[in-house]
């Protein structure tokens, strides 16, 4: 297939051959590959040389069959395949964060087909040999098999046949306001974010969740995920937390390795060899060596979060879900077939050469910690846009994140992360500085040591792509992905998952459940202008934060808080924004600020007086203290709806239910409230559950709620379980391993072996 011809293709005729007790293949009729026979065996002639290579020989072992490419393919072909797409939509319209073209014009305008390639994914496929794509978005599972098949068939016809490694971020979020019914299906499976299924404190559940999303994965035609993410979250007001397992190194260990062991495992005749096969995704742990401690709460996405403070010298602990977890599966295929450090520099924990670098630059953290102490050799992915500049504000997404290596240019930056150890850059589309990264090793160290060192990362890179299937067989049946993703029994699979993740903190005088058919008030929620996780602004409104159809299947809703028998407040936990404002800098300040885990406005009277550390250039800040500034909550109208909502009733009960992403400090309002129901991302339907009783809730909490921003402040960022926990008027403790069900406080087999008892 030309380039010409994959612009304009918007259907791929797939043929199929079969091998009696061998793999079934599959070839596009436009790709040009043809089909070899030996021994009355079938393969697929990829690189068109008429005779059957190693590499095409799907009896050799994955490691055999890496080794052969990797030997035949160019440096250029190698720098392509060390490259990981930026975001990609499909189709990637003018509204998408990253909108593309076609044929030189918007998909709006082009009267292009959702699944057709936009010009830069051709560009990116031909000119630069990339073969690892990041979807994070697509239109339905009919358009993304569509779409699979499209770039399949490109790549299949283009050099030496090396197909797509698609991938996505976690997707399998819940869309709080649908209503769950698992025989109409739906686009996909949904359950609650990773710190609910921390909350189930049941590695089976987060074992199936693997299982069934790897399934809609591939059918979605991704064979890697993003994913999981094992970080312990140290730090409660890290931006980052609810995408944890939480703060316990035991609960995050076993987590990662049901999640890894679901997403990889392969079973019976999916079963390729080794536990891998057709129904496995290649899970790419994240974030070595552990990201969960940035000073001061503030995260790495944003250069005024750029570093990890270890104050409580616990370093060694935030590496155990990876050690003990993801590099030690219970299942066949052993590890995590992939790393990616985080983008913090772990200040201070680099003993051999005393770097203070982004976790990826540091040959310490990789080479000689990772790769030779703990023996990992699958793929290490640098995190996105490690290698570009940086922004000049140091709040802002949007921009390169070259923590440490701010100095260097962009290829002596892909250069250090060679010699680091590093196999690919997230978030490059392009080979040109890879390859002048090549001609530095050259020049240091000869040709031979830097086409050696290409093509390990290579064979680690290819034999991520032989051991799922790929090679064989990466078409997909668009009919069969519809059936397949988000199917009844896996929406039933995550709305059970949901139903176990609702931790119930406060039932004064047994208020839960409520009688069938209650009288509730549901008061609109207030959201203040703000910004999003872009730098983004966002509107304020006033609207019912929660689907009132859904509620009045299980109670009569009522307008006048006098008719009421009970309020229902939906609120979330605070928001303080990201621990920098542009506002202080403009006054005078050093731009830090506190990130605060309440709701009133907040003085940080006891933080540090000087930041552990700081960047010593002229142009930046060293001391990044924020001891005696002031933030205000985006969200404060949430405690206002409770206490006002409170008044309203007139000594009637108020019912809360907390939509938390982090700890949050609840004595602002807990005493106002006679029940409390957390959660971590459901469908309001599986709140109503609870509240009417058809469901006990069981879950638990994966991490401790401060009694006071004093207590957070004086807590190590590195160090779990160090805060003093809040104290309800019913003298509960809300200390890790704490929930009620209609009996009281829970205490079973979960609590007994998970559950943090401080003496």
């Given at each position: ?523 609109k929620r207030f959201k203040a202008a703000g910004k999003n996780w872009f730098g983004m602004p966002t509107p304020e409104s006033l609207e019912y934060p929660v689907n009132l159809d859904i509620v009045a299947k299980y109670f009569e809703v009522v307008e006048d808080p006098a008719d009421a028998d009970v309020a229902l407040v939906f609120i979330e936990g605070p928001k303080p924004g990201f621990g920098y404002s542009q506002e202080d800098l403009a006054s005078g300040g050093n731009g830090y600020v ?166």
């Amino acid at each position: 297939m030309t380039n010409n011809q994959a612009s304009t293709v918007t259907e791929v005729q797939i043929q199929y051959v079969a091998n009696d007790n061998g793999p079934l293949l599959g070839y596009s009729q436009s790709s040009g590959v043809q089909i070899i026979e030996e021994d009355g065996l079938r393969f697929k002639d990829l690189s068109g040389d008429g005779k059957l290579d190693p590499y095409e020989d799907w009896r050799l072992s994955p490691e055999e069959r890496a080794k052969d490419l990797a030997s035949k393919m160019t440096i250029e072909q190698i720098a392509g395949l060390m490259l990981y797409s930026q975001h990609q939509f499909v189709p990637a319209a003018s509204t998408t964060w990253f909108p593309g073209t076609y044929g030189g014009k918007t998909f709006e305008e082009s009267g292009a087909k959702p699944w057709d390639l936009t010009d830069q994914q051709i560009s990116f496929l031909s000119k630069d040999h990339l073969r690892h794509v990041l979807l994070v978005g697509v239109q339905s599972p009919f358009v993304a098999a569509r779409w699979n098949n499209v770039v399949q068939s490109f790549a299949e016809g283009t050099g030496l046949g090396i197909p797509a490694n698609n991938s996505s971020d976690p997707r399998h979020a819940s869309d709080a306001s649908s209503e769950f019914n698992a025989g109409a299906g739906g686009k996909i499976s949904m359950w609650p974010e990773t710190l609910g299924l921390a909350a189930t404190f049941d590695p089976a559940v987060t074992r199936n969740f693997g299982d069934i999303a790897a399934k809609e994965y591939r059918a979605l035609g991704l064979a890697t995920a993003l994913s999981p993410q094992i970080d312990i979250a140290t730090d409660p007001r890290w931006l980052r937390f609810n995408g944890t397992f939480g703060e316990d190194s035991k609960l995050a260990t076993d987590m990662a390795r049901a999640y890894v062991d679901g997403f990889q495992t392969s079973e019976d005749d999916r079963e390729i060899a080794s536990g891998w096969g057709y129904e496995s995704v290649n899970a790419m742990v994240k974030h070595w060596p552990g990201g969960g401690s940035g000073e001061g709460g503030r995260d790495a996405h944003f250069g005024c979060g750029k570093y990890a403070v270890y104050p409580g010298n616990n370093f060694e602990e935030h590496l155990l879900p990876f050690t003990e977890g993801a590099f030690k599966l219970d299942g066949k295929t052993g590890q995590a077939s992939a790393v990616m450090p985080y983008y913090t520099i772990s200040s201070n924990q680099d003993p051999v050469n005393g770097e203070n670098v982004g976790n990826s630059y540091s040959s310490y953290l990789i080479n000689d910690l990772l790769r030779e102490q703990y023996g990992y050799d699958g793929v290490v992915c640098t995190d996105w846009m490690i290698t570009s500049d940086e922004a000049a504000n140091k709040d802002t997404f949007i921009g390169g994140k070259p923590w440490g290596v701010e100095g260097l240019t962009v290829a002596e930056r892909h250069y250090k992360l060679l010699m680091a150890g590093v196999d690919q850059f997230g978030g490059n589309n392009e080979i040109g500085p890879v390859l002048e990264a090549y001609q530095m090793g050259v020049e240091e160290h000869g040709e031979a040591n830097m086409r050696a060192r290409f093509e390990r990362s290579a064979v680690r890179l290819l034999k991520n792509m032989f051991r799922v299937g790929l090679f064989e067989n990466p078409y997909l049946q668009p009919e069969e992905s519809e059936q397949t993703v988000g199917n009844p029994a896996f929406m039933q699979a995550g709305y059970d998952a949901q139903l176990k993740s609702l931790v119930m903190l406060k039932n004064e005088g047994s208020v839960l459940p409520l009688p069938t058919r209650s009288r509730v008030y549901v008061p609109k929620r207030f959201k203040a202008a703000g910004k999003n996780w872009f730098g983004m602004p966002t509107p304020e409104s006033l609207e019912y934060p929660v689907n009132l159809d859904i509620v009045a299947k299980y109670f009569e809703v009522v307008e006048d808080p006098a008719d009421a028998d009970v309020a229902l407040v939906f609120i979330e936990g605070p928001k303080p924004g990201f621990g920098y404002s542009q506002e202080d800098l403009a006054s005078g300040g050093n731009g830090y600020v506190p990130i605060s885990l309440q709701y009133k406005p907040y003085t940080a009277e006891h933080a540090r007086e000087t930041s552990i550390i700081g960047d010593p250039r002229e142009d930046d800040v060293l001391n990044r203290s924020y001891q005696g500034k002031t933030v205000t909550t985006q969200n404060e109208s949430d405690l206002d709806a409770v206490l006002e909502t409170k008044k309203m009733m007139n000594g009637k009960p108020v019912i809360v239910s907390m939509l938390l992403s982090n700890p949050a400090i609840v004595a602002e309002f807990e005493n106002e409230a006679a029940a409390i129901i957390v959660n971590f991302g459901v469908q309001d339907q599986a709140i109503m559950e609870v509240l009417s009783g058809s469901v006990e809730p069981s879950g638990l909490l994966p991490m401790q709620m401060p009694a006071n921003m004093m207590t957070v402040e004086e807590q190590f960022e590195d160090v779990p379980h160090d805060m003093e926990c809040y104290v309800d008027a019913d003298k509960h403790t809300y200390d890790f391993g704490f929930g009620l069900n209609w009996n009281g406080v829970i205490d079973d087999g979960r609590t007994k072996k998970y559950r943090n008892v401080k003496v």
